[in-house]
């Protein structure tokens, strides 16, 4: 499991085991969706089919093209796309969703960034869904419903979701107390000088001004 | 976050670069990273060959935080939209300079 076979160069153990964790995540049920549903889910999105494929997963049309276009036009996604899958599956699923799609794009694109084969998929573990939902969240002018606070805790929602999201930031990016320091850098590696023209430049592409 | 990076680092940073990166980012290794951005997202020029001037330049643990930085920021800028966190009208006009040298007026959706 996570070859990164045609990698010109060897991964870092922190990034692998985070990719290793993060399918772990995705085989095991989800809050609204059991196990099969999620990877049948990332595996059509990431042929872009989601939105045909979504009734034959148990999902609407509207939460498959929440995914497809999530995964492949991610600045087409706005209210009313976002709006339309949680009024047919609910907001609990259209956030699993959002946070599903989002995660892999983490994974996939750091291989594409490698030149690395992307990693197939894990096998899904049985199970019902868990059902573990947040309560008393609203929407605060977001397209889902959310705690206070910044953007580490929009997928609160489903806790277990928002938990596997925040875990990758490290082994990706920068942890939380490292996200304090201006003259962070790895050494050997990027300073964090070099790692926000990356960021940025992504951001700028991706029509994302946040 | 890049310009309070930069500035801890003395680089002479030219925020434009980062909406051109024709010009000069004043960031060690700056302009190749950009290109590699470019590289895969729009297509303009062989990935491959940015991957080998990055690891030949920045060398090679610095192309793994490359891609996982682009894959990170792949992920954000996906949540962000899914989740449509708002920006506040205040702190567009406090980084007005910002959002106009960058473009990114089109971007806010209040």
Known sequence: ?210 | MLRASAASFSYPLDIEAVRDPSIPSGVPGGNLLLRFVDALLIDTEPVDHIRELIVNDLGPEALVDTASVFGNFSMMNRIAEGSGIPIAAAAVERERALVDTLGLADFVKH
């Open chain 1, 1 to 210: 499991m996570f070859a990164y076979t045609g990698a010109p160069v060897p991964v870092r153990p922190d990034l692998r085991y985070s990719h290793i964790s993060t399918w772990g995540h995705f085989s095991r049920p989800g809050p609204t969706l059991r196990g099969d549903q999620r990877i049948d889910l990332l595996d059509s999105a990431r042929a872009d089919s989601a939105e045909r494929d979504a009734e034959g997963i148990g999902l609407s049309p509207t939460t498959g093209a929440l995914a497809d276009h999530l995964m492949h036009r991610p600045a087409s996604v706005n209210e009313t796309v976002v709006r339309r899958s949680a009024a047919a599956d609910g907001d609990a699923a259209a956030v699993e969703v959002i946070g599903l799609v989002s995660m892999l794009s983490a994974v996939d694109f750091t291989h594409l960034g490698l030149g690395a084969d992307l990693e197939p998929l894990p096998q899904p573990q049985p199970g019902p869904p868990t059902g573990v939902v947040a309560e008393g969240l609203k929407r605060r002018r977001t397209h889902i419903p959310v705690p206070p606070g910044p953007i580490p805790v929009v997928l609160d929602l489903v806790p277990d979701e928002g938990a596997a999201f925040q875990a990758m930031f490290g082994p990706h990016y920068m942890t939380g107390w490292e996200m304090a320091l201006d003259g962070f850098a790895r050494n050997p590696g990027l300073d964090r000088a070099q790692m926000e023209l990356v960021s940025s430049r992504t951001s700028l592409h991706n029509e994302c001004f946040y």
